[in-house]
């Protein structure tokens, strides 16, 4: 059983910077894949971006250019570094892992103010 916790989400103004992280803790198996997925009022879940054990990431064509994602292998967490955040980043944030199954963490608000 994997539980996974997230952290760093807030309000922040337009413009603004704000950093997720993620700690997996449990049976963790390799290869994986550890990704950030966000969900806004009204819409579907979506992914943001991700990261294999092996370090290949992608992204949402939305954020490139404005968020890193990052992980720390033998900490088994995953960060998210969102620059210059807009409005519309404006959602729930949840961690996710996969390995043969998939394992959510219960999400963090990142709030955008225009």
């Known amino acids: 059983q994997v539980q996974l916790v997230e952290s760093g989400g807030g309000l922040v103004q337009a413009g603004g910077s704000l950093r997720l992280s993620c700690a997996a803790s449990?049976?963790?198996?390799?290869?994986?894949?550890m990704a950030w997925y966000r969900q806004a009022p009204g819409k579907q879940r979506e992914l943001v971006a991700g990261?294999?054990?092996?370090?290949?990431?992608n992204y949402a064509d939305s954020v490139k250019g404005r968020f890193t994602i990052s992980r720390d292998n033998p900490k088994n967490t995953v960060y998210l570094q969102m620059n210059s955040l807009k409005p519309e980043d404006t959602g729930v944030y949840y961690c996710?892992?996969?390995?043969?199954?998939?394992?959510w963490g219960q999400g963090t608000q990142v709030t955008v103010s225009s």
């Open positions: 990261i294999s054990s092996g370090g290949m990431i």
């Open positions: 449990g049976t963790i198996f390799s290869p994986n894949f």
């Open positions: 996710n892992l996969r390995t043969s199954f998939s394992s």
